[in-house]
């Protein structure tokens, strides 16, 4: 969805200075804490800023190539130039699926 500039204009701005601190921002990015998820929050521009932050549930293996594919493109058509991924899982001492 594009926003107008003066819709840009209303919405709240934070500034996260590590990788540690964006991390910290996914549940506000996201709207939930996320849980048993892969999260994906693009970013573009020199200084870079966030243009799209994106949650799916854990895919099974088998669905992998067609969630990152998806993915991908829209990181692309928001204008992402580069991406943090997460992996939110409960699942201690286990590799995620």
Known sequence: MAHSP?????????????P??????IPYLVGFPPVESLVLV??????PH??????????????CPSAS????????SAGADTAL????TETAGRRPR
């Open 42 to 47: 693009g970013l573009a521009g020199e200084s």
């Open 69 to 76: 594919e998806a993915m991908a493109g829209y990181l692309a």
């Open 20 to 25: 540690a601190q964006l991390a910290a921002a």
């Open 6 to 18: 003066t819709q840009l204009a209303d919405v709240p701005r934070i500034r996260l200075r590590t």
């Open 50 to 63: 966030v243009v799209v932050t994106m949650r799916i549930d854990l895919p099974e293996p088998e669905q």
């Open 85 to 88: 991924v997460v992996v939110a």
